[in-house]
Each structure stands twice: as structure tokens, then as C-alpha cells.
């Protein structure tokens, strides 16, 4: 299992870790639930209980004081808890009253440890905010796998085992020690016991010694989980398969409430307990901007997007986490770099689905086709196939809009993960619980860390382009400009005088009416409008189907107010057939949700700004204006998808 990494934008949930609220610092002593943690006040020393949406990661200024451990405090045993809490009574004794030196003898030689140990134990213990983990001891080494052989035994034995006994002529355990002894006695060495060289194989691998001795088949039949299982999907997060799908239910736009075809969904789903981790649903065809928004939503808590989506139906969808390794078919829009790089800042690895290896995608096709057979009893079902719709008017019975198909599909998730899993034997929520905690059986991995940032999260997954500036602005299909990047013109790559420096522009496909520059010197996020600020918000999709008519009617596409022009008489002559037409309607439905995505980015990403303008404008740096708080310069590439 991977350990979380550990960042001010990410917040550790284990015991022994540091939270804040209300400006008040408290050290988790324990874990009550998914949503419940009894804390202790680092102060007062007063125990309390704290909803985990309402803790808040230590502030930067006193999160270099948290000591580094060595091991996850997970596998601590319960042994060296115990040994770090007699040090701890030690120490808080110490502090009670002034000791002089006599007496910090007598602490020191009651838990065992030198004076100037206990010194440095004490000062380590204050420093990091008086935590029980500063307290425990490094990992002890040793242990299994270490052989206690004399070298050249020990190669003998490690030889015989490699090149004599795991071979496809597969000599019996009898062989391998009798082969082994043989060598030994010839060279005169000592000859390894018979329960000494069953431990050398007990150490290896079974799966390299089955595949190495019959085969990579026999070990796939014999250690690969069967019935559309994952290989290694053994706790919560460890593997989480992603794929788009349309939904077999026509929904109806907002004006008219009129068929308008049906909405595609991108939907996440842990293996180990097969609840649903991260959900997007759209009436654009699957993008990479789809991935990435499901993938947003797979990591960050849900309970904001839930009270937008359902505010008033309470329900609970506990599950969020970075997967350790995201499995997905070939389609483009998972094999663009976007992915691929994000993969690298959150830590967790791409796989895609082998071809000749329909178990690799079971769980997420199961998943879809139970949504499919819930999605029967909805208004304007479509079912699978004519037969099964017989005379069922799929289109006169629909009356749901994609808002509204959003909150019934909320709800649908939320009844399916509390409902028995006939694979699993409990239910989805129940089998994330267990993985969580743990169970009589097995040690929990514990909840995941809490990425306390959500807007930050969502535009790691925003994809990218990199651009020079140049004295008109950026071109980025469209030109951009504001009085920030004055102080960016004309400036060359050190030691190439001719080559302008490139920059990093995001966007968002469903709103190109702003690019979000990355200013390295102020570590923020800025939005750059329209150079031509009459222009009308636009997605790159009206932005590209305009632009083809205008190279199909001569239009020159640099005179970017003609092509605006043909997408505003595009959004007329749809208005205008709306009534009568599916296409119209979809196409209005879909200005309505980029609508929606625009007046949602106004109040949680930056905006432009009016900037105060030096009097040389190319020489003075960029004034220091308010924008976007960024943690560090990795941005993903933009794609075409």
C-alpha cells in the first residue's frame, strides 16, 4: 500500500496527526467513524469529538515543527505505543514542575535512557506539539528474509534455488536440498539444514515460483482473482476503474421541457468494495476535460457537491481518496498527456486494460449495467434493446432535465451502496468501512487524507497550453490580453536572443472567455480575458463549429468578430428551431449548462483584474495583484478531445 504523500494542501486523518479548528490546534487520538474523530487539545489536553469536515490542516507556519516518521503509524504495534506512552508520563512529569538535574536522572533511568536522551526525547516531544508518535522508536531491521547462512552457503543455496530448482524441469523440494548439500560438501563448506533451505523458499515470491517453474499462465490461473476481479484490489483506493457510458434515459431541456436525446456519464469505481467514487455527468460526448472532472470528483470529499446537486435530500457519500493506480480502456481521451502527467503529481499509477482481458474491466461494466437496469424505472427509460421497450414511449414519458437526472442519480448511488453486493457478501458501504478500519482478520489502511483545497484540485485536472507573449497578447485560438503580462513583452530566453520565453495557460473548454496564466513570480493564478472584451463567453466547440464555416464561406478566420458573429446566428437559429427540433434543443440545453459552469467559475476561480499599469511597463515587474494561491508549477497539457 502507498503512503499519502504529505503536503499544507493535504490533510493526514491517521492518529498522531495535527489538525485545526477554529484556529484551536488538536492531535487525533482517535478514529470514532468515517466522519468522526475524538482529538485531544495540544494545549489544555482536553479530548473532544470533531466532524472531519470541519478540521482544518495545520497552518504552514508550524507544520515544519511535525516530526518525520520513519514508518506509517498504521503498522505501529501496540507494543511501542505502549513504550512511547511511559516516555510521554516521563516527560509531561517532567514539565509539571522546575527539576534539577537529580531529578531528571531518576525520570531518565525509570524509562531506561540516558539523561541527554531524555534531554533530546523531551525537546522532540515539545517541538513537534507534544504528539505520542515523536516518541516512537525507528524501525527495527531485521527479520524475515534475512538469512543467517555464511556468504558462501548462503550463494549456494540462493544459485540451486534460481538456476536448479526454478526451472520448468521442476526438481522437487527433496532435490533442490539434496543438489544444495552436494555443492556444499564438495566445496567444504557446512551443509545447510533441510528447515533452513524451506525457509530460503518460502522466502521467494509463490507467484515468480509458480510462473518461473510452469508457466505465466499457470501462475495467472492461480493467482489472478476470477469473476471480473482485479488483481491487487485488496484494500480501499488500491485500484479504481474509470469509463463513460450513455445513459439509457432521454431527459428533457429547461425551457421547453422537451426531449433533447439522452446525457453520457463518467463514473469511478473502487474495485476493493465497489462503491462509487467519483461521478460526472454531461451532454458533451466524452472529453478528456470528462475525465479529469470525474477524477476531481473522485478525490475530493463530496459534501459541497452534494448540497448543490441535493441540498435538501441528506445524503451521505463518505467515499474520496487518490487511487494508487487508475485502470481504463484505450479511448483517446484517456490516453492524452493530461492524465498521464496528473498521474505523476497525485501519486498514482495508469494501467490500461490488456486486450484479451475482459475480467481487467468487470467491475465498472457490472457497475454500469446495474445503474442501466435502476435507470428502467426512471421517466423516459429507453431500455436495452426494441424488445425490451416494447411500446413504451421512451420520449413522450421523459420529463427529467440533466439537473434533475443528476439528483435522481445521487440518489440512486446512495440506496445502491447501502444495499448487499451478492459479490461481496455485504454491501458496498460496509466493505468501505472494513477496508477502512479493519476487521478482526485484517488492519484497516485507515481514512485517506483530506485535500482541503478543492478548486485547486479541479484545475490540476484543467488541461493546458503553452504560449509565448507577444505584444498583441497570447493567441490561444482566440487572443487574450491584460495590462499583467505588459511586463512580459519583449523579454528573450537567457543565452537565445531571439527566442521569447514560452508561459503556461490554462483553460476551460466549456468557457473560453478566460485563460488562467500561472505567474511564476508571484506563485498565483491570474484570469486573462478576451483582448476584444465584446466578445460573448463560448465554448471551444461553438468557437471550432464556427470557425469551419467560415473557412467554408471564405471568411477570413483572424477576424475573430466574424466568427462570433456566425456563433451568435448559430445560438439564434437554435433558438429559433427549439421548439421544433431535438438538436436545437440540446444545442440551447448545452449553452445552459456552460452557462452554469461560467456563473459557478465566477465565484470560485479568479477573475481579471484592473491592474495598475507602470509607467515603463516592460521593465517594471508585474504588480502584485490578488488571484489564485498555487502550490506549485505543474500544469497539464490542453488537448483537443
Given at each position: 500500500m502507498k503512503t499519502a504523500r504529505t503536503n499544507k494542501f493535504v490533510m493526514d486523518l491517521r492518529k498522531g496527526a495535527v489538525i485545526e479548528q477554529n484556529d484551536q490546534r488538536y492531535v487525533i487520538t482517535h478514529t470514532l467513524s468515517v466522519t468522526q474523530m475524538m482529538v485531544r487539545h495540544v494545549t489544555t489536553g482536553e479530548s473532544l469529538i470533531i466532524d472531519v469536515s470541519k478540521m482544518e490542516p495545520p497552518r504552514p507556519a508550524t507544520a515544519a515543527s511535525q516530526p518525520q516518521q520513519d514508518r506509517d503509524l498504521q503498522e505501529v504495534d501496540e507494543g511501542d505505543w505502549a513504550q512511547a506512552e511511559v516516555l510521554r508520563d516521563a516527560i509531561e512529569q517532567s514539565l509539571v514542575a522546575n527539576h534539577g538535574s537529580a531529578s531528571y536522572e531518576r525520570l531518565a533511568q525509570s524509562v531506561a535512557v540516558s539523561r541527554a536522551k531524555f534531554y533530546k526525547l523531551r525537546k522532540q516531544y515539545l517541538e513537534s506539539g507534544r504528539l505520542l508518535s515523536s516518541l516512537l522508536h525507528p524501525r527495527r531491521i531485521g527479520g524475515r528474509g534475512k538469512s543467517r547462512l555464511p556468504d558462501a552457503v548462503a550463494a549456494i543455496v540462493n544459485d540451486r534455488i534460481k538456476n536448479f530448482h526454478l526451472t520448468n524441469q521442476q526438481p522437487s523440494d527433496a532435490a533442490l536440498i539434496k543438489e544444495i548439500r552436494r555443492n556444499c560438501s564438495n566445496a567444504g563448506l557446512p551443509l545447510p539444514a533441510?528447515?533452513?533451505?524451506?525457509?530460503?523458499?518460502?522466502?521467494?515470491?509463490?507467484?515468480?515460483?509458480?510462473?518461473?517453474?510452469?508457466?505465466?499462465?499457470?501462475?495467472?490461473?492461480?493467482?489472478?482473482?476470477?469473476?471480473?476481479?482485479?488483481?491487487?484490489?485488496?484494500?480501499?483506493?488500491?485500484?479504481?476503474?474509470?469509463?463513460?457510458?450513455?445513459?439509457?434515459?432521454?431527459?428533457?431541456?429547461?425551457?421547453?421541457?422537451?426531449?433533447?436525446?439522452?446525457?453520457?456519464?463518467?463514473?469511478?469505481?473502487?474495485?476493493?468494495?465497489?462503491?462509487?467514487?467519483?461521478?460526472?455527468?454531461?451532454?458533451?460526448?466524452?472529453?478528456?476535460?470528462?475525465?479529469?472532472?470525474?477524477?476531481?470528483?473522485?478525490?475530493?470529499?463530496?459534501?459541497?457537491?452534494?448540497?448543490?446537486?441535493?441540498?435538501?435530500?441528506?445524503?451521505?457519500?463518505?467515499?474520496?481518496?487518490?487511487?494508487?493506480?487508475?485502470?481504463?480502456?484505450?479511448?483517446?481521451?484517456?490516453?492524452?498527456?493530461?492524465?498521464?502527467?496528473?498521474?505523476?503529481?497525485?501519486?498514482?499509477?495508469?494501467?490500461?486494460?490488456?486486450?484479451?482481458?475482459?475480467?481487467?474491466?468487470?467491475?465498472?461494466?457490472?457497475?454500469?449495467?446495474?445503474?442501466?437496469?435502476?435507470?428502467?424505472?426512471?421517466?423516459?427509460?429507453?431500455?436495452?434493446?426494441?424488445?425490451?421497450?416494447?411500446?413504451?414511449?421512451?420520449?413522450?414519458?421523459?420529463?427529467?432535465?440533466?439537473?434533475?437526472?443528476?439528483?435522481?442519480?445521487?440518489?440512486?448511488?446512495?440506496?445502491?451502496?447501502?444495499e448487499p453486493h451478492s459479490a461481496l457478501g455485504t454491501s458496498p458501504n460496509e466493505k468501505w468501512r472494513q477496508g477502512i478500519f479493519g476487521t478482526d482478520s485484517r488492519p484497516g489502511r485507515g481514512i485517506p487524507p483530506r485535500f482541503v483545497d478543492d478548486e485547486l484540485v479541479r484545475i490540476d485536472f484543467m488541461p493546458f497550453e503553452e504560449r509565448t507573449i507577444q505584444a498583441y497578447g497570447v493567441s490561444m485560438d482566440l487572443l487574450y490580453f491584460h495590462d499583467v503580462l505588459?511586463?512580459?513583452?519583449?523579454?528573450?530566453?537567457?543565452?537565445?536572443?531571439?527566442?521569447?520565453?514560452?508561459?503556461?495557460?490554462?483553460?476551460?473548454?466549456?468557457?473560453?472567455?478566460?485563460?488562467?496564466?500561472?505567474?511564476?513570480?508571484?506563485?498565483?493564478?491570474?484570469?486573462?480575458?478576451?483582448?476584444?472584451?465584446?466578445?460573448?463567453?463560448?465554448?471551444?466547440?461553438?468557437?471550432?463549429?464556427?470557425?469551419?464555416?467560415?473557412?467554408?464561406?471564405?471568411?477570413?478566420?483572424?477576424?475573430?468578430?466574424?466568427?462570433?458573429?456566425?456563433?451568435?446566428?448559430?445560438?439564434?437559429?437554435?433558438?429559433?428551431?427549439?421548439?421544433?427540433?431535438?438538436?436545437?434543443?440540446?444545442?440551447?440545453?448545452?449553452?445552459?449548462?456552460?452557462?452554469?459552469?461560467?456563473?459557478?467559475?465566477?465565484?470560485?476561480?479568479?477573475?481579471?483584474?484592473?491592474a495598475q499599469v507602470p509607467a515603463d511597463a516592460n521593465q517594471a515587474a508585474a504588480p502584485h495583484e490578488d488571484g489564485y494561491a498555487a502550490k506549485r508549477e505543474l500544469i497539464l497539457p490542453f488537448t483537443d478531445d
Open positions: 533441510r528447515t533452513t533451505v524451506l525457509r530460503h523458499l518460502q522466502w521467494i515470491d509463490q507467484r515468480e515460483r509458480i510462473s518461473k517453474r510452469r508457466g505465466a499462465y499457470a501462475a495467472t490461473q492461480r493467482f489472478d482473482p476470477i469473476d471480473g476481479s482485479v488483481p491487487r484490489a485488496d484494500w480501499p483506493l488500491a485500484v479504481v476503474q474509470m469509463d463513460h457510458t450513455p445513459l439509457p434515459v432521454i431527459i428533457v431541456d429547461e425551457k421547453y421541457r422537451k426531449p433533447i436525446n439522452r446525457a453520457w456519464i463518467t463514473v469511478a469505481i473502487d474495485c476493493f468494495s465497489r462503491v462509487a467514487l467519483g461521478t460526472y455527468v454531461s451532454l458533451d460526448a466524452p472529453s478528456t476535460m470528462s475525465a479529469g472532472l470525474c477524477m476531481g470528483n473522485c478525490i475530493l470529499p463530496k459534501e459541497k457537491w452534494l448540497q448543490s446537486i441535493a441540498p435538501n435530500d441528506g445524503i451521505e457519500w463518505p467515499y474520496y481518496g487518490t487511487p494508487e493506480r487508475l485502470h481504463m480502456d484505450n479511448a483517446k481521451e484517456f490516453r492524452g498527456n493530461m492524465l498521464q502527467l496528473a498521474s505523476r503529481e497525485y501519486q498514482f499509477d495508469l494501467e490500461f486494460r490488456p486486450v484479451k482481458k475482459p475480467n481487467y474491466g468487470g467491475h465498472i461494466e457490472r457497475l454500469m449495467g446495474t445503474l442501466s437496469e435502476a435507470l428502467k424505472v426512471a421517466p423516459g427509460a429507453t431500455f436495452a434493446n426494441p424488445d425490451q421497450r416494447g411500446e413504451y414511449d421512451s420520449e413522450g414519458r421523459a420529463c427529467m432535465t440533466l439537473a434533475e437526472l443528476e439528483r435522481w442519480l445521487a440518489l440512486t448511488f446512495a440506496a445502491y451502496h447501502l505588459r511586463s512580459r513583452i519583449g523579454l528573450t530566453v537567457s543565452g537565445r536572443n531571439k527566442a521569447a520565453p514560452t508561459y503556461r495557460f490554462r483553460r476551460d473548454p466549456r468557457d473560453i472567455s478566460h485563460i488562467y496564466f500561472f505567474d511564476e513570480e508571484t506563485r498565483k493564478y491570474i484570469a486573462i480575458p478576451y483582448k476584444d472584451s465584446s466578445h460573448p463567453p463560448a465554448s471551444i466547440w461553438e468557437w471550432r463549429a464556427a470557425v469551419k464555416l467560415c473557412k467554408e464561406q471564405g471568411i477570413s478566420t483572424k477576424n475573430e468578430r466574424e466568427v462570433f458573429r456566425l456563433i451568435n446566428l448559430q445560438r439564434e437559429q437554435a433558438n429559433e428551431s427549439a421548439e421544433k427540433t431535438k438538436a436545437a434543443r440540446r444545442t440551447l440545453q448545452k449553452l445552459a449548462e456552460h452557462t452554469k459552469v461560467r456563473a459557478q467559475k465566477h465565484k470560485e476561480l479568479p477573475q481579471a483584474f484592473e
